[in-house]
């Protein structure tokens, strides 16, 4: 089964802008992946942010943005707040097998 | 309210077996797919199974083929993954979730341990 690779560890500053990257060791990840992005906080089951690559639930903050961008799903933190400190996974389909990337926690500081 | 219970967890011993299931409440579960995921104490995420609607499709992440099987009861609107053959690998929190995994349980732990 593929490989999901994302940043193991990114620090942001609070009102700032970061990116997330995911990739696919069987290549360019597109939306026939169905991408998601999951935001993880200690203690709690993980909560969907993004779906379908850039697809919002009614509780995903409008600071949270996802994309595809040089062969990558990247998840954009536009404005961070002190409460986006969290785990952030991705998870991609391949065709009935899904995968997990390693997870990037994200210190806000 | 759309709502999923894990259940079954527990202490086992290593080559043991143990049946987790998920009531799911709230939802047409007979129209999704139904993933299961796990996290190990202190690790990232792992997909573990997921299976369609009608239970005629099912994959199983690597690790775990031939010894872990995902199936389903949509008359009694719950998903199963039996558990054999257990490792201390297999520590975990099991969380099931939906097609568009909007909507987690809370969990359930299982511990391989002599």
């Known amino acids: 089964q593929a490989v999901v690779t994302q940043e193991p560890s990114l620090t942001v500053s609070p009102g700032g802008t970061v990116t997330l990257t995911c990739g696919s060791s069987?290549?360019?990840?597109?939306?026939?992946?169905?991408p998601y992005w999951f935001q993880q906080k200690p203690g709690q089951a993980p909560r969907t942010l993004i779906y379908?690559?850039?697809k919002k639930y009614s509780w995903t903050p409008a600071r949270f943005s996802g994309s595809l961008q040089g062969g990558k799903f990247v998840l954009t933190l536009s404005g961070a707040q002190p409460e986006d400190e969290a785990d952030y996974y991705c998870f991609l389909s391949y065709d009935g097998p899904w995968v997990f990337g390693g997870g990037t926690r994200l210190t806000v500081l | 309210e759309l709502q999923l219970v894990e259940s079954g967890g527990g202490l086992v011993q290593p080559g043991g077996s143990l049946r987790l299931a998920c009531k799911a409440s709230?939802?047409?579960?007979?129209?999704?797919?139904m993933k299961w995921v796990r996290q190990a104490p202190g690790k990232g995420l792992e997909w573990v199974a997921n299976i369609n609607p009608d239970g005629s499709r099912r994959y199983h992440v690597d690790s775990v083929n031939g010894r872990f099987f995902v199936s389903r009861d949509n008359a009694e609107n719950s998903l199963y993954l039996q558990m054999n053959i257990l490792s201390a690998e297999d520590t975990a929190l099991y969380y099931c979730?939906?097609?568009?995994?909007?909507?987690w349980g809370q969990g359930t732990m299982v511990t391989v341990s002599s």
């Open positions: 709230g939802f047409r579960f007979s129209s999704q797919w």
């Open positions: 069987a290549g360019a990840v597109t939306s026939d992946r169905f």
């Open positions: 379908d690559t850039y």
């Open positions: 979730t939906n097609e568009r995994c909007d909507f």
